[in-house]
């Protein structure tokens, strides 16, 4: 579908069979050697838990960070795909946005990356096109490990390069990099989707399967500079539309984030949930829906 824009977490991968992201979790501690020193706790945010267990194992095993990722990488490679990620696949959306290391949503590993640039590290062009969809995978991906974003240290250079990239301008070598930043190149109507913060000023887009907490601080931080930009700044035109689905029963326990997200100008869009998959089976349903009625009138 043309113009169709998903962002989607991992939570959609939960319906498969097999181990979840606690079990995960456990994997890298036993693999760190660190379970009966690291104390496992809700209270602690994944991007300081995860720097706790590889400080931990620096000082007690010389661990190597490549080694860890790669370990992870190779974790995350074994999902297993499932229905929802065909359901998916169906809409044929343009874009999807994922936070995902693994490729489930591609149905394959993909074998040709189509970013502007090859990143080792962080993730503001990486993108893999496969019959017609662009999926960017902006937390990284499994094919390189040290682009696997977990850590504190790592969400600060990913927000870094994505401030750089939509205010201030870049300093990539790469002549085929815009060096000017997103909103002088919105201002000018030079915008190109070289990466997928091009996105989140321009298209609509459709959030589900991931939980937003608040230690997503790269999207947390996206989604208020635009707000910024819609409603305050107003120096560029922020037109489109971003919608966050939730079940219902979660509503009034997600009040606050919920509420956090409307004052940024996201739609929240509360659904049923007899079943997780039904839940999601019912969003990628309502997705398509609503986007063939669009079309219509486009045509019309």
Request: charged content about 20%; aromatic content about 12%.
């Amino acid at each position: 579908m043309k113009n169709l824009v998903l962002l989607i977490g991992n939570d959609i991968n939960n319906i498969s069979a097999g181990r979840s992201w606690k079990d995960l979790l456990q994997d890298i501690l036993t693999y760190c050697h660190t379970s009966g020193c690291i104390e496992m706790d809700d209270k602690k945010p994944f991007p300081l838990l995860y720097e706790e267990i590889f400080l931990t194992a620096i000082r007690q095993h010389n661990m190597k960070e490549k080694d860890l990722k790669t370990f992870i990488a190779g974790k995350t490679a074994e999902i297993s795909p499932n229905q929802l990620h065909a359901a998916i696949r169906a809409l044929q959306p343009e874009h999807i946005l994922t936070t995902n290391y693994e490729f489930t949503l591609e149905g394959t590993t993909p074998t040709d990356n189509t970013s502007l640039i090859r990143e080792t590290t962080f993730s503001i062009f990486r993108k893999y096109t496969m019959d017609h969809i662009h999926y960017w995978h902006i937390h990284g991906d499994c094919l390189n490990p040290m682009s696997i974003n977990l850590g504190f240290e790592h969400y600060g250079g990913q927000l870094q390069l994505m401030r750089n990239y939509v205010v201030s301008g870049t300093i990539y070598t790469n002549k085929a990099v815009p060096k000017a930043s997103l909103i002088r190149r919105i201002r000018h109507n030079e915008v190109y989707f070289h990466s997928w913060i091009d996105l989140f000023f321009t298209k609509d887009i459709h959030i589900f399967g991931m939980s937003l907490d608040f230690v997503e601080s790269d999207l947390w931080w996206l989604l208020t500079y635009r707000a910024r930009q819609k409603f305050h700044h107003k120096t560029i035109s922020v037109p489109n539309n971003i919608y966050y689905y939730i079940p219902e029963a979660y509503t009034e326990r997600s009040k606050f984030k919920l509420d956090l997200l409307k004052a940024n100008g996201v739609t929240v869009v509360s659904m049923p949930a007899p079943t997780k998959l039904a839940y999601y089976l019912g969003i990628i349903e309502k997705i398509g829906q609503n986007k063939s009625v669009r079309d219509t009138a486009i045509a019309l």
